[in-house]
């Protein structure tokens, strides 16, 4: 099996079924184009189509911080249509819980349709098959017993007007006493059983899933013994992978089943929470995830890959003018900067600066306040490292055409040409560091417009 399915920082997936066609889209923050919808027929093989959010005035990402943004998408398809609710956080523009609809995965999406008054996070729709709809999603605890629980609430939806309608319930209070954080709640029905999949603990170290049923939609919901059904909290923090959650259900078209989810390749890797996939079984009515070892394992790492990222990967913090990609040629506008993900914990990725003005050159970016920049000058190449909005000169050199940075196991070294300027220590680029949810992104930097050319990223 190929795991991750998604390599890099692709958090929170969600996926859908739709005859012998998945689809699926993943949480992107503060990054435009954001929301990337994926197609596979086998769920381990991801061909991306587009964005849902790819026009600047669909939502209003220009002032949100960093790590704020789309929150914890869910797709789901009714009637011909193309359902993707996600949560907007942070920012002075319009926030909160919205919806968009396509008849095409590809899109075009719709603007958002805003779910005024809906309260907390990660959203997700249910379309039961007596017609009726559901919108699903987690917020603080109305009346807490300890601190930090959350509460999975639910309304109905209704698809035509893309409104909720009808009363409130309350779902789920969290699997045990202390559960912390509810995410990613989603809601299926098989056979007579509605169940609630929804992860706990955070998004971290002590993320976990958990399940509860009920023979109503609207509950009471039961919570399954066992829970939580998966997790690697009790594994160590040396495991190689971690931070296992945020599961999504999908039934194949032979009636088996499997789980999208995240997880991590180490306790604070530079890649972020990625795409993972694991089997799913029934017994006693209740599933199983990757039943006979419990655990989330490594695929076979990928075959070395050496290209230009295609247009539909680059993305930049924010709304804006995107990066123009022409062969290995990638232009800026007044785009500060343009990045793809790093995909491997070891690449290099490179490029000349065709034209520009000083400091025009290369990022490693976590956030605003954290990340490396290399960059050529009159008088040159400069490296600097940016931690915490401090930023320190770690090297300075002569003139240089072609700048790379290659990453080893979490270390970074900065090239100039055939010189090696710097090399550090990536710790402070985790987002257990820096703060926030985003891995790392790896691009082109320029305080005005600027031509790249030779770009590749090898894996």
Known sequence: MSNPILSGCYPDPSVVRVGGDYYLVTSTFEYFPGLPVFHSTDLEHWTQLGHAVDRADQLDLSTVPSSGGLFAPTIRHHNGVFFITCTLVGGDGKRGHFVLTATDAAGPWSDPAWLDGAEGIDPSLFFDDDGRAWFAATRPAHDPQWHDQTEVWLREFDPATRTLTGDEHVLWNGALI??????????????????????????????????????????????????????????GHGHPVTNVGHADLVETPDGGWAAVLLASRGLDSPLGRESFLVPVVWQDDWP?????????????????V?????????????????????????????????????RHPRFAFGARVQSGPDASGLMIRQSDDAHVRLATTTAGVTATRTEHGRTDVLATAGPADRLEIRGRDGRYELWADDRLLAALDGGFLGSAEAGGFVGVWLGLVADAGATFTEVFYAG
């Open 178 to 235: 202390g559960a912390v954080w509810a995410e990613g709640p989603h809601l299926y029905k098989r056979g007579d059983w509605y169940y609630l999949i929804a992860s706990e603990g955070g998004t971290e170290a002590n993320h976990a899933v958990s399940v509860a049923r009920s023979r109503t939609v609207t509950g009471p919901y039961e919570g399954n013994p066992a829970n939580p059904v998966l997790t690697h909290r009790t594994l």
């Open 288 to 304: 199983v995830f990757a039943p006979g070892i419990g655990q989330v394992v490594l695929g076979e790492p990928a075959a070395p």
């Open 306 to 342: 050496r290209s230009m990222p295609g247009p539909l990967q680059w993305t930049r913090p924010r709304t804006g003018d995107l990066a123009t990609v022409d062969g290995d040629s990638v232009t800026l506008a007044d785009t500060a900067f343009a990045g793809v993900r790093q």
